[in-house]
């Protein structure tokens, strides 16, 4: 049994505020391997909320602490190769990694021992994988996968090792080599799930029908000849709609192919999709933006990702696959945007969508904005995608490239343009611009708040600023 001692080489750090926590990292020196790891943890003071988090910031325990009080938490955790994205080579993790957020709280000892326990092994896309977080966290202001929230609902009965990447399908799962790396870990009697569909709908030769399903069957088929017992999980539904009222499934082809798979195969199913639907429409789609990170509405929180685990874990024990204990509600509270430049730390260069406008605020600001770019605007702002249905390009649009073709056939699909010709080199009315960016977020803003109203032209500037403004 290896351990790291209260003293040795961790500093807590200042506590943060503003609903934020800076995290006390500990770390356990062990080669590969499943461990039960025992952490204790002192209060100083009442922590309402308390967080621990394992290697690639997994939830491994929740609860609240009183002033005074000391903790044992008993929980499993697994060190394994990883594969960033874009490398051919797995990389060696450092060992049993942890993480306290719990303002007045520190761990004062912490020890890992082998253990031999069965693990859930899990293979997905990006509202699966392990998300990182940005310090000081915040829960509502995280991406997070359901998958990283399912140690905390198995406890001691199974450890979890999350393949899932963001941006894989069906068919990358194996050509990335995530696949391959998931076998390598795969002992017999283990439980393997499987969550696609968000970037196979992208794809023509991907359709529910065709080649996502017939992969699904591979899948089985082969984890079954090596001792796992596989299944399947519905994609996890978008908070995605036509207008206020109406819901926009678009995901539900891919849903019913899974369950077609599932029920043929004889595998368990967990129909996620159908619950975060049925959640969806219970509260509306304003109510539940608090699920998703903020100007998202495919991508959950750490509430989200709890809410949907918890299905997922409930499901495992009513079919017997695995037991799992409920862990309750989390209640979602803010802050829900993220500190400064998305990093929280403004010495370091933005990332993501905030990325996206520094470039069109500093790179020929003060030209005008063509219609191309400002469907590029558009489509990365309100997170749109192409849909499986096909969408003939208007001919002016054959010498764009790939991404920006992709941007043409969003903006078809979602109907914020008509079929006409695109004349994409074109600068862009600020009237147009507004009503285009308000069909994408069924909302309306007045053409004044743009600084060249009206008809008149907007600079690449004014409409990243614009854009910036506008909230999901």
Known sequence: MLALQAGAGFDPGPQAGGGRVQPQFVRIPVPDGRYAVRVEIAARQDVQEALLFGNRRRLLWRGSLAAGERRVVETLSVVHPYLPDGAETPVKSLGVELALCAPGAEIVSASAEEADVPALLLMGDSTVTDQGAFAPYAPGATYCGWGQMMPLYLGMNACVINFARSGLTVETCREQGLYDLLKGQLRPGDTVLMQFGHNDQKRPHLQADGGYADALRAFIDELRALGAAPGVVTPLARNSWWNEREYNDMLLPFAQAAKRVAQEKGVPLIDLHDHMKRRLLETGRDAAKVLFHIGDYTHTN???????????????????????????????????????????????????????????????????????????????????????????????????????????????????????????????????????????????????????????????????????????
């Open 302 to 472: 750490d509430f989200g990702a709890f809410f949907a685990a918890g299905y997922v874990a409930a499901q495992l024990k009513a079919q017997g696959v695995l037991d799992t204990a409920n862990q309750g509600g989390w209640t979602p509270h803010g802050p829900y945007e993220v500190a400064a430049n998305d990093q929280g730390d403004e010495s370091l260069p933005p990332t993501g969508l905030e990325a996206l406008y520094v470039t069109y605020e500093t790179e020929r600001p003060c030209e005008t904005l063509t219609r191309i770019d400002a469907l590029e605007l558009v489509c990365r702002t309100c997170g749109l995608f192409v849909l499986n249905t096909p969408a003939a390009l208007p001919q002016d649009a054959a010498g764009l490239t790939p991404e920006q073709q992709d941007n043409v056939r969003c903006a078809l699909q979602a109907r914020l343009i008509g079929d006409g010709p695109l004349r994409p080199q074109e600068a862009i009315a600020a009237g147009e611009f507004t009503r285009i960016l308000a069909a994408a977020f069924d909302m309306r803003r007045a053409a004044a708040e743009i600084p060249q109203g009206g008809e008149g032209m907007i600079t690449r500037a004014q409409a990243a600023t614009l854009c910036r403004r506008a909230k999901i």
